[in-house]
């Protein structure tokens, strides 16, 4: 294997992990801080890309060229999902907090067939595609391979997402209270801390990095009925091996099933994704609480 | 003591009757309404084995889609390969590939509780889920395989005619068989002291270790049993549906297990039972009835969750018994 396909082959396992991170960072935090799996975060992901998607095409219209402001669009996916998740949590989780956590799970799953149904509805069964933001940014040529130059866009805003994410929790005053919340919900309320205010803004935080994930994305995948199905369990892959309610452990997570999805699909296409989920399996048996997580 | 004579008293008086109204369905209704029956006690017999973990162990497996698959692959594969066609090879097949599989996923599983218990169970039920999938020369991918009708106690039934005539008569009366058979098994598990110690380490996990039940040891035998009935529902699912494919080991499916046994109440022994059936009616109104199924059932889901923890049978059965604390 020459340098350039080496090159192409770690862009690629980053580009997976870039996606990767957005979704399950943001599963990861609305674990650490409010100790909730939930089962619909792969739905908003989705959610991103469909809203995306529809406000891309209306830009696009009829043209076939796409313009460069078109690009500022693609944030939008993340915003709805957002505010998405800003109107579920108090609605729909809040009531649940003392119940046993059986019932936290089922609501999820709950609602991620009413939102699997609610994307079919608005957007109907066809998958809808932006890419010509993907083919207006060229390619790069390394040696004899070519790649898609949008995939470094994706690259860099999932390296930015981890940059701002840790620097909102590590040094921010928001980040403080998010963090004593989750480190111990009722010492942080006996001391004046707001902790449905700190729930809302986690969920909502989350949800915007899996919409994020599902906008930037859009362009090259399309968006797809059952794509948030798919990525939920690879989101649970990466934050079982990260460690759940860990953001280090889900960057490191998200950047070892990236490189092994690559690897995997090179090299043993037939196990990649039982190769996957044996990885989550193993790494919970050796360390339940992940490489980097709390027990 | 008395109570203990009084609960399968109390149950024989209604179940008797129960069970006679579904000796006599199929002579009254349509076949279509025998054999989507069949379908739920099917499910119920699968929700049996998943409340022994959730309802008496107190373990959530968001995976046992594993087991019914594996119950059910393990019948396509004694036709594809060992070309039998037996319905009791099937169920011994089912019981043997799901039980071994149980086995061995049960002895990872089991040292976790709670998420962590859910999410392996999850994770490993996937890995068969992708191999099904991916192994296409071996399971036939997405098309999944073809399996015929088979024949019933040793050959004494033949198929001979209509298939929509044999599921509604000869195999409804064998799948309604083993549904009793396993009703009768599982309510003597959970009545013998085997099924009260696993009581005891869902109510108390150090207690019941400090009096000297062996947790892990208990936990491991509930999960195969619980894997065993699953499998056995997914041998006896095959010949109904003529096919199977990998959608029965996605997690999804698992998810579906968890809705009806908790839709019928997981606090009570024949909750999942009537859950099973129940979900089954619903499920195939709601896709007959609108392609947003999922919706409805996403909604119900929700529903219940928020307004009727209790599920079902609970609700009734407090209900029932409420008056008779006011006296």
Not at chain 1, 66 to 95: C, D, H, I, N, Q
Not at chain 1, 198 to 222: D, H, N, R
């Amino acid at each position: 294997m020459d340098l350039a396909t080496l090159i192409v082959h770690v862009l690629n396992a980053l580009l997976y992990a870039s996606v990767m991170f957005l979704i399950a960072g943001g599963l990861s935090l609305i674990y650490g801080v409010m100790r909730i799996v939930n089962l619909a975060h792969g739905n908003l992901y989705a959610f991103g890309a469909y809203v995306s998607a529809w406000a891309v095409g209306r830009a696009l219209g009829t043209a076939t060229e796409a313009s460069l402001w078109m690009y500022a669009l693609l944030p939008v996916g993340a915003l709805a999902a957002a505010l998405l998740g800003a109107v579920l949590e108090p609605t729909l989780l809040r009531p649940l907090y003392r119940r046993a956590e059986e019932y936290q799970l089922l609501i999820t799953f709950g609602l991620l067939l009413i939102l699997e149904d609610v994307m079919r509805l608005v957007w109907g069964p066809y998958p809808l595609q932006a890419s010509a933001l993907y083919e207006a940014l060229g390619s790069l040529t390394l040696g004899d391979s070519i790649y898609p130059t949008y995939n470094l866009v994706v690259v860099v805003v999932g390296g930015i997402a981890a940059a701002g994410l840790w620097a909102f929790v590590y040094r921010t005053g928001f980040g403080v209270v998010l963090r004593a919340t989750s480190q111990n919900m009722r010492m942080a309320s006996a001391l004046g801390v707001n902790v449905n205010r700190v729930y809302v803004q986690a969920f909502t935080l989350g949800c915007f990095m899996a919409g994020l994930g599902g906008a930037v994305i859009m362009p090259q995948q399309g968006a797809v009925l059952g794509m948030g199905v798919d990525a939920l369990i690879l989101a649970f892959v990466v934050v079982v091996i990260g460690g759940l309610g860990s953001l280090e452990g889900a960057l490191i997570g998200a950047l070892m099933v990236g490189v092994v999805r690559e690897a995997g699909i090179t090299f043993f296409p037939e196990i990649e994704l039982a190769v996957l989920y044996l990885m989550a399996a193993i790494v919970l048996f050796i360390r339940p609480a992940g490489l980097l997580g709390r027990a | 003591m008395s109570a203990a004579v009084a609960a399968p008293r109390r149950v024989l008086a209604w179940s008797v009757p129960v069970l006679a109204a579904l000796i006599v369905l199929p002579f009254v209704v349509p076949p279509w309404q025998t054999v989507l029956l069949s379908y739920g006690l099917v499910f119920a017999i699968a929700a049996l084995g998943f409340n022994l973990l959730l309802g008496y162990t107190g373990l959530l497996s968001f995976g046992h889609s594993a087991y019914f698959g594996v119950g059910a692959y393990a019948v396509a594969f004694i036709v594809k390969y060992a070309k039998l066609e037996s319905m009791e090879a099937f169920l011994l097949g089912g019981i043997v590939a799901s039980g071994l599989v149980a086995a061995l996923f049960g002895l990872l599983c089991v040292r976790y509780t709670k998420i962590f218990f859910g999410i392996l169970t999850m994770a490993l039920s996937q890995v068969l889920w992708s191999l099904a999938f991916k192994f296409f020369w071996v399971t036939g991918g997405s098309d999944g395989l073809r399996v015929p009708t088979p024949t019933l106690l040793g050959g004494l039934v033949r198929v001979g005619g209509d298939k929509q005539d044999f599921l509604s008569r000869r195999y409804y009366f064998y799948v309604l068989a083993v549904f009793v058979l396993a009703v009768a098994v599982m309510w003597v598990i959970v009545h013998s002291p085997f099924g009260k110690a696993l009581q005891a380490i869902r109510d108390n996990e150090t207690r019941a270790e400090f009096v000297g039940v062996q947790v892990w040891h208990y936990r491991w035998v509930a999960f195969v049993i619980s894997g065993v009935f699953t499998g056995l529902a997914g041998a006896l699912w095959v010949p109904l549906n003529g096919l199977t494919t990998p959608d029965i080991l996605h997690w999804t499916f698992s998810g579906k297990m968890v809705f009806f046994t908790v839709l019928g109440g997981f606090q009570t022994f024949f909750g999942p039972v009537i859950g099973a059936i129940i979900f089954n009616y619903l499920e195939n109104w709601a896709v007959g009835y609108t392609v947003y199924w999922q919706m409805v059932l996403g909604v119900v889901l929700v529903v219940l969750v928020l307004a009727l923890p209790a599920g079902v049978v609970g609700t009734l059965r407090r209900l029932a018994l409420r008056p008779a604390k006011a006296t």
